[in-house]
Protein backbone atom coordinates (compact mmCIF):
# COMPACT_ATOMS: atom_id res chain seq x y z
CA UNK A 1 0.00 0.00 0.00
CA UNK A 2 1.13 3.49 -0.86
CA UNK A 3 1.10 4.35 3.14
CA UNK A 4 3.55 1.78 3.92
CA UNK A 5 6.59 2.79 1.99
CA UNK A 6 6.03 6.64 3.06
CA UNK A 7 6.04 5.21 6.80
CA UNK A 8 3.02 6.10 8.09
CA UNK A 9 2.19 5.15 11.32
CA UNK A 10 0.08 1.91 11.87
CA UNK A 11 -2.99 3.47 13.68
CA UNK A 12 -3.33 5.57 10.52
CA UNK A 13 -3.09 2.68 8.12
CA UNK A 14 -5.70 1.25 10.16
CA UNK A 15 -8.08 4.23 9.85
CA UNK A 16 -7.42 4.10 6.09
CA UNK A 17 -7.99 0.29 5.88
CA UNK A 18 -11.02 0.31 7.35
CA UNK A 19 -12.01 3.63 5.03
CA UNK A 20 -11.29 1.74 2.23
CA UNK A 21 -13.51 -1.08 3.81
CA UNK A 22 -16.22 1.69 3.94
CA UNK A 23 -15.80 3.26 0.23
CA UNK A 24 -16.16 -0.72 -0.90
CA UNK A 25 -19.22 -0.99 1.42
CA UNK A 26 -20.77 2.19 0.01
CA UNK A 27 -19.73 1.18 -3.29
CA UNK A 28 -21.99 -2.20 -2.45
CA UNK A 29 -24.67 0.00 -1.35
CA UNK A 30 -24.93 2.23 -3.86
CA UNK A 31 -24.49 -0.87 -6.54
CA UNK A 32 -27.71 -2.33 -4.43
CA UNK A 33 -29.41 0.64 -4.36
CA UNK A 34 -29.22 1.23 -8.52
CA UNK A 35 -30.15 -2.43 -8.12
CA UNK A 36 -33.20 -1.52 -5.83
CA UNK A 37 -34.47 1.37 -8.09
CA UNK A 38 -34.11 -0.62 -11.10
CA UNK A 39 -35.68 -3.46 -9.40
CA UNK A 40 -38.57 -0.87 -8.09
CA UNK A 41 -38.81 0.56 -11.54
CA UNK A 42 -39.29 -2.94 -12.90
CA UNK A 43 -42.06 -3.27 -10.29
CA UNK A 44 -43.49 0.00 -10.92
CA UNK A 45 -43.84 -1.49 -14.47
CA UNK A 46 -45.57 -4.27 -13.81
CA UNK A 47 -48.12 -2.31 -11.75
CA UNK A 48 -48.45 -0.46 -14.21
CA UNK A 49 -49.08 -3.32 -16.72
CA UNK A 50 -51.50 -5.01 -13.81
CA UNK A 51 -53.62 -1.62 -13.86
CA UNK A 52 -53.69 -1.32 -17.62
CA UNK A 53 -55.19 -5.47 -17.41
CA UNK A 54 -57.32 -4.01 -14.81
CA UNK A 55 -58.76 -1.40 -16.56
CA UNK A 56 -58.98 -4.09 -19.78
CA UNK A 57 -60.59 -6.20 -17.97
CA UNK A 58 -62.67 -3.45 -16.13
CA UNK A 59 -63.90 -2.56 -20.19
CA UNK A 60 -64.10 -6.63 -21.17
CA UNK A 61 -66.82 -6.72 -18.14
CA UNK A 62 -68.07 -3.16 -19.06
CA UNK A 63 -68.66 -4.76 -22.61
CA UNK A 64 -70.15 -8.44 -21.10
CA UNK A 65 -72.64 -6.65 -18.89
CA UNK A 66 -73.97 -4.61 -22.40
CA UNK A 67 -74.17 -7.93 -23.34
CA UNK A 68 -75.80 -9.44 -20.58
CA UNK A 69 -78.30 -6.67 -21.65
CA UNK A 70 -78.46 -7.33 -25.04
CA UNK A 71 -79.45 -11.05 -23.86
CA UNK A 72 -81.91 -10.10 -21.50
CA UNK A 73 -83.84 -6.90 -24.11
CA UNK A 74 -83.56 -9.72 -26.75
CA UNK A 75 -85.10 -12.72 -24.17
CA UNK A 76 -87.58 -10.11 -23.32
CA UNK A 77 -88.52 -9.42 -27.11
CA UNK A 78 -88.72 -13.60 -27.78
CA UNK A 79 -91.15 -14.11 -25.06
CA UNK A 80 -93.56 -11.32 -26.55
CA UNK A 81 -92.06 -13.21 -29.58
CA UNK A 82 -93.33 -16.39 -28.46
CA UNK A 83 -97.16 -15.21 -26.76
CA UNK A 84 -97.49 -13.39 -30.23
CA UNK A 85 -97.02 -16.53 -31.44
CA UNK A 86 -98.76 -18.55 -28.71
CA UNK A 87 -101.85 -15.89 -29.48
CA UNK A 88 -101.64 -17.34 -33.26
CA UNK A 89 -101.71 -20.93 -32.19
CA UNK A 90 -104.61 -20.22 -30.29
CA UNK A 91 -106.17 -18.42 -33.31
CA UNK A 92 -105.62 -20.86 -35.81
CA UNK A 93 -106.65 -23.69 -33.33
CA UNK A 94 -109.99 -21.76 -32.53
CA UNK A 95 -110.83 -21.70 -36.16
CA UNK A 96 -109.56 -25.18 -36.77
CA UNK A 97 -112.30 -25.97 -34.47
CA UNK A 98 -114.72 -23.75 -35.93
CA UNK A 99 -113.73 -25.60 -39.53
CA UNK A 100 -114.34 -28.78 -37.62
CA UNK A 101 -117.43 -27.99 -36.62
CA UNK A 102 -118.72 -26.35 -39.76
CA UNK A 103 -117.15 -29.66 -41.62
CA UNK A 104 -119.51 -31.92 -39.04
CA UNK A 105 -122.24 -29.32 -40.79
CA UNK A 106 -121.80 -30.14 -43.75
CA UNK A 107 -121.42 -33.85 -43.30
CA UNK A 108 -124.56 -34.21 -41.32
CA UNK A 109 -126.42 -32.14 -44.40
CA UNK A 110 -124.75 -34.36 -46.89
CA UNK A 111 -125.56 -37.74 -44.95
CA UNK A 112 -129.05 -35.90 -44.69
CA UNK A 113 -128.79 -35.49 -48.70
CA UNK A 114 -127.37 -38.68 -49.58
CA UNK A 115 -130.27 -40.22 -47.24
CA UNK A 116 -132.74 -37.95 -49.11
CA UNK A 117 -131.48 -39.47 -52.18
CA UNK A 118 -131.25 -42.86 -51.29
CA UNK A 119 -135.09 -42.43 -50.35
CA UNK A 120 -135.89 -41.26 -53.88
CA UNK A 121 -134.06 -44.32 -55.11
CA UNK A 122 -136.70 -46.16 -53.16
CA UNK A 123 -139.11 -44.26 -53.56
CA UNK A 124 -139.54 -45.04 -57.42
CA UNK A 125 -139.18 -48.71 -56.55
CA UNK A 126 -141.68 -49.26 -53.74
CA UNK A 127 -144.81 -50.46 -54.92
CA UNK A 128 -147.43 -48.34 -55.89
CA UNK A 129 -151.20 -48.58 -54.91
CA UNK A 130 -153.93 -46.09 -56.37
CA UNK A 131 -157.33 -44.91 -55.12
CA UNK A 132 -160.30 -43.26 -56.52
CA UNK A 133 -163.41 -41.87 -54.78
CA UNK A 134 -163.83 -43.34 -51.10
CA UNK A 135 -160.37 -44.50 -50.67
CA UNK A 136 -161.28 -47.43 -52.77
CA UNK A 137 -158.29 -48.90 -54.64
CA UNK A 138 -160.90 -51.28 -56.61
CA UNK A 139 -162.81 -48.74 -57.94
CA UNK A 140 -163.17 -47.15 -61.47
CA UNK A 141 -164.75 -43.95 -60.06
CA UNK A 142 -162.08 -40.84 -59.63
CA UNK A 143 -162.33 -38.68 -56.87
CA UNK A 144 -163.88 -35.05 -57.32
CA UNK A 145 -162.70 -32.08 -56.12
CA UNK A 146 -164.21 -28.59 -56.69
CA UNK A 147 -162.35 -25.42 -56.72
CA UNK A 148 -163.89 -22.07 -54.78
CA UNK A 149 -164.86 -18.87 -56.14
CA UNK A 150 -163.04 -16.49 -58.60
CA UNK A 151 -159.88 -18.34 -58.00
CA UNK A 152 -159.97 -19.41 -54.32
CA UNK A 153 -159.21 -22.71 -53.11
CA UNK A 154 -162.36 -24.36 -52.56
CA UNK A 155 -163.21 -26.82 -49.80
CA UNK A 156 -160.78 -29.54 -48.10
CA UNK A 157 -161.74 -33.16 -49.41
CA UNK A 158 -160.58 -36.08 -48.05
CA UNK A 159 -158.89 -38.77 -50.06
CA UNK A 160 -157.69 -41.07 -47.59
CA UNK A 161 -159.07 -41.46 -44.33
CA UNK A 162 -156.89 -42.81 -40.91
CA UNK A 163 -157.66 -46.32 -41.61
CA UNK A 164 -156.90 -46.81 -44.66
CA UNK A 165 -152.62 -47.02 -44.69
CA UNK A 166 -150.86 -48.77 -44.46
CA UNK A 167 -151.88 -50.96 -47.20
CA UNK A 168 -148.85 -53.05 -46.69
CA UNK A 169 -148.86 -54.65 -43.54
CA UNK A 170 -145.31 -53.67 -41.52
CA UNK A 171 -145.08 -50.22 -43.57
CA UNK A 172 -144.76 -47.00 -41.57
CA UNK A 173 -144.63 -44.04 -43.81
CA UNK A 174 -146.52 -43.23 -47.18
CA UNK A 175 -146.44 -40.36 -49.22
CA UNK A 176 -148.54 -39.53 -52.28
CA UNK A 177 -146.98 -40.23 -55.51
CA UNK A 178 -148.67 -38.65 -58.49
CA UNK A 179 -152.43 -37.99 -59.91
CA UNK A 180 -154.10 -39.27 -63.13
CA UNK A 181 -156.41 -36.14 -64.15
CA UNK A 182 -159.60 -38.20 -65.11
CA UNK A 183 -161.63 -35.45 -66.76
CA UNK A 184 -161.74 -31.77 -66.06
CA UNK A 185 -164.63 -29.04 -66.28
CA UNK A 186 -162.89 -26.36 -68.15
CA UNK A 187 -160.57 -26.69 -70.40
CA UNK A 188 -156.81 -25.21 -70.42
CA UNK A 189 -156.96 -23.52 -67.50
CA UNK A 190 -154.47 -23.12 -64.57
CA UNK A 191 -155.07 -25.29 -61.83
CA UNK A 192 -153.41 -25.23 -57.92
CA UNK A 193 -153.73 -28.33 -56.15
CA UNK A 194 -152.86 -28.41 -52.60
CA UNK A 195 -152.76 -31.90 -50.45
CA UNK A 196 -152.74 -31.87 -46.59
CA UNK A 197 -151.57 -34.32 -44.46
CA UNK A 198 -153.98 -34.23 -41.29
CA UNK A 199 -157.52 -34.58 -40.41
CA UNK A 200 -159.96 -32.57 -42.48
CA UNK A 201 -160.49 -29.96 -39.45
CA UNK A 202 -156.64 -29.11 -38.80
CA UNK A 203 -156.20 -28.01 -42.43
CA UNK A 204 -155.79 -24.63 -42.96
CA UNK A 205 -157.95 -22.43 -44.52
CA UNK A 206 -155.38 -19.80 -45.71
CA UNK A 207 -155.11 -19.69 -49.49
CA UNK A 208 -151.03 -18.86 -49.07
CA UNK A 209 -150.98 -21.89 -46.41
CA UNK A 210 -147.20 -23.23 -46.29
CA UNK A 211 -148.05 -26.52 -44.45
CA UNK A 212 -148.75 -27.56 -47.42
CA UNK A 213 -147.77 -29.35 -50.73
CA UNK A 214 -149.00 -27.69 -54.13
CA UNK A 215 -148.84 -28.47 -57.42
CA UNK A 216 -149.58 -26.18 -60.74
CA UNK A 217 -151.65 -27.69 -63.46
CA UNK A 218 -152.88 -27.06 -66.81
CA UNK A 219 -155.01 -29.47 -68.59
CA UNK A 220 -156.44 -30.29 -72.04
CA UNK A 221 -159.62 -32.37 -72.18
CA UNK A 222 -157.95 -33.89 -75.44
CA UNK A 223 -154.94 -35.15 -73.48
CA UNK A 224 -156.50 -35.68 -69.62
CA UNK A 225 -155.01 -39.10 -68.25
CA UNK A 226 -152.33 -39.88 -70.86
CA UNK A 227 -149.45 -38.17 -68.70
CA UNK A 228 -149.77 -38.41 -64.17
CA UNK A 229 -148.80 -35.60 -62.94
CA UNK A 230 -145.68 -35.92 -60.57
CA UNK A 231 -146.45 -35.12 -56.64
CA UNK A 232 -143.67 -34.28 -54.44
CA UNK A 233 -144.40 -34.45 -50.35
CA UNK A 234 -142.27 -35.38 -47.32
CA UNK A 235 -143.39 -38.58 -46.16
CA UNK A 236 -146.37 -39.30 -43.88
CA UNK A 237 -146.73 -41.85 -40.69
CA UNK A 238 -149.47 -44.38 -41.90
CA UNK A 239 -152.91 -44.13 -40.42
CA UNK A 240 -152.47 -40.33 -41.00
CA UNK A 241 -155.56 -38.87 -43.32
CA UNK A 242 -154.52 -36.78 -46.76
CA UNK A 243 -156.81 -33.85 -47.71
CA UNK A 244 -156.81 -32.40 -50.99
CA UNK A 245 -158.33 -29.04 -52.50
CA UNK A 246 -157.65 -26.72 -55.88
CA UNK A 247 -158.09 -23.08 -56.98
CA UNK A 248 -158.66 -22.95 -60.96
CA UNK A 249 -157.97 -19.43 -62.67
CA UNK A 250 -160.92 -17.09 -63.13
CA UNK A 251 -163.49 -19.89 -62.03
CA UNK A 252 -165.74 -20.69 -59.61
CA UNK A 253 -166.95 -23.95 -58.51
CA UNK A 254 -165.34 -26.02 -61.74
CA UNK A 255 -164.48 -29.75 -60.51
CA UNK A 256 -161.45 -31.99 -61.39
CA UNK A 257 -161.81 -35.22 -61.33
CA UNK A 258 -158.67 -37.42 -60.90
CA UNK A 259 -157.32 -40.97 -59.64
CA UNK A 260 -154.74 -40.96 -56.57
CA UNK A 261 -151.29 -43.32 -56.08
CA UNK A 262 -149.28 -43.48 -53.10
CA UNK A 263 -145.96 -45.40 -52.32
CA UNK A 264 -145.52 -47.44 -48.60
CA UNK A 265 -142.32 -47.47 -46.83
CA UNK A 266 -140.79 -49.52 -44.30
CA UNK A 267 -139.20 -48.09 -41.20
Known amino acids: MWYTRIG ?48 TIITDVGAVQTTVDNIETKTDTVITDVGA ?102 NQKLIRLQLFAGANGDAPSAQDATNVTTTILRVDTGDKGANPVEIRNARIAVGTALQCRIAMEGQ ?8 LGIHEYDA
Open 252 to 259: TTKFIKFF
Open 85 to 186: VQTTVDNVETKVDTAITDIAAVQVTADAGVAETVLHDEHFHSREHWFGTGASRTTFTPYEVDSGTSGAYGTWVELLGTGVTPVEVGKVEYDPHRITIEDIET
Open 8 to 55: IPQIIRDILAAIGIVQTTADDIETKVDTSITDIGAVQTTENNIETKVD
